[in-house]
Structure formats: structure tokens, C-alpha cells
């Protein structure tokens, strides 16, 4: 039995823009509060909403977001995680980075083909493409296909 493949978050990367953007937040709320400029306010306030999302992500970084092993997969959605077994998937690949905004993904598709289920992989997680390519071919095997 293989010790199963997992994709989890970058934790470094969203703390330290988080910490980034705290800083910043700070810096621009004493320059709001030195000078009566009110759309210095609205700079703060966005940097410190987008630190406290991305803050959010790293409580909960010791839970993968995919995780594939000798049985099938399972990942998380909007709405908790999807578990399929191997033989239950119409196909499983990894698509490439399309421009600068889109990271790679791994893209589960059902054997209907109705449901097509998705997670990143790339700068913002602790795998690559190339790995995970190599790990799920090695797991889904031949017979599988």
C-alpha cells in the first residue's frame, strides 16, 4: 500500500502576504489618521479584509485540499469534500497554467461527465504539475484507464 498523494496549501506564502498586507494596512491607517483624507480609510480597510481572508487559510493548512491514494481520490468542494473511487472517474488529468492569474489544476471529471470537480496545483501549493502528473498516473495505474 502507498503512502497517499497529497496537495495542501503553501502556508509560508499566505502568511507572509497576510503579514505583508497587515503592515501595510497599519502603515496607511497612520497616514489616514494624520491626515482627514477618507479614501486613505478605504486602502486600509481593503488591505486588512484581504489579510484576515488569507489569514484563513493558514488555520486550517494541516488539512489537504486532494488527496489520492490506491483507492480513488478525495477533495474538497464549496460544500465539504467528494470522494470518488478509481473506477468511478471518466478521467482525471492536470491541466496546465493558462496565463498569469490561473494556477494548474487537477481536474476530476465523473463518469457522466456531468460533474467536473477541480483543485489547484502550483505556486500556492506544496506540488507542482510535474508531480502531480507522475503521482496520479502512478497510483490510478494502467488498468484503470
Not at 489544476?105 to 463518469?111: A, P
Not at 477541480?118 to 506540488?127: C, E, N
Amino acid at each position: 500500500m502507498n503512502e497517499p498523494f497529497e496537495i495542501h496549501r503553501r502556508v509560508g506564502l499566505y502568511a507572509g502576504v497576510a503579514t505583508l498586507c497587515l503592515l501595510v494596512a497599519a502603515g496607511l491607517g497612520y497616514v489616514a489618521y494624520a491626515r482627514p483624507e477618507p479614501y486613505l480609510w478605504i486602502g486600509t480597510g481593503v488591505l486588512a479584509l484581504l489579510a484576515f481572508v488569507l489569514l484563513r487559510g493558514t488555520v486550517d493548512a494541516r488539512t489537504p485540499l486532494f488527496v489520492a491514494d490506491d483507492h480513488g481520490v478525495r477533495l474538497q468542494t464549496d460544500d465539504g469534500w467528494i470522494g470518488l473511487l478509481w473506477d468511478e472517474m471518466g478521467e482525471i488529468r492536470v491541466e496546465p497554467r493558462y496565463g498569469i492569474r490561473d494556477d494548474a489544476r487537477v481536474k476530476v471529471i465523473s463518469l457522466d461527465g456531468r460533474k467536473v470537480y477541480s483543485t489547484p496545483v502550483g505556486f500556492a501549493t506544496t506540488v507542482g504539475p510535474d508531480q502531480a502528473i507522475a503521482e496520479l498516473a502512478r497510483r490510478r495505474g494502467p488498468a484503470a484507464y
